[in-house]
């Protein structure tokens, strides 16, 4: 497994992954669509925040199962707990040196199905 570092925008949020990203994640439900974020999963327990808690505020809606952390200082979604496996989706786009153009596979999602809002 490689491990994997990611931040915010800021630098305030900043984690490692153990984990390796063959396929991305684009999510069609209210939230992810709005955000337009990469995302790829990996395991709660192979996630690392190094720094920043106090500054992660979590966003919840509907039925308050799925945890969104956002940054509170740059605004950056950096990471959720899934509501439909309790596994940990993360953006892309706050990993260091990660190119979308290796993954396998983009995976999309009907998210918008497990969700009334």
């Given at each position: 497994m490689a491990k994997l570092k990611g931040s915010c925008h800021c630098g305030s949020v900043q984690y490692e992954i153990d984990t390796e990203i063959t396929?991305?994640?684009v999510c069609d439900c209210s939230?992810?669509?709005?955000?337009?974020?990469?995302?790829?999963?990996?395991?709660p327990e192979d996630f690392t925040?190094?720094?920043?808690e106090e500054n992660l505020t979590l966003y919840q809606f509907n039925t308050?199962?799925?945890?969104?952390?956002?940054?509170?200082?740059?605004g950056i979604y950096t990471h959720h707990y899934r509501r439909s496996d309790g596994r940990l989706g993360f953006n892309?786009?706050?990993i260091e040196g990660f190119d979308k153009d290796s993954l396998d596979e983009i995976k999309q999602v009907p998210g918008s199905t497990f969700s009334t809002v």
């Open positions: 396929m991305g994640i939230i992810c669509s709005r955000k337009g974020a990469l995302m790829a999963a990996a395991e925040l190094l720094t920043g308050d199962v799925a945890k969104h952390y956002f940054c509170n200082k740059c892309t786009g706050c």
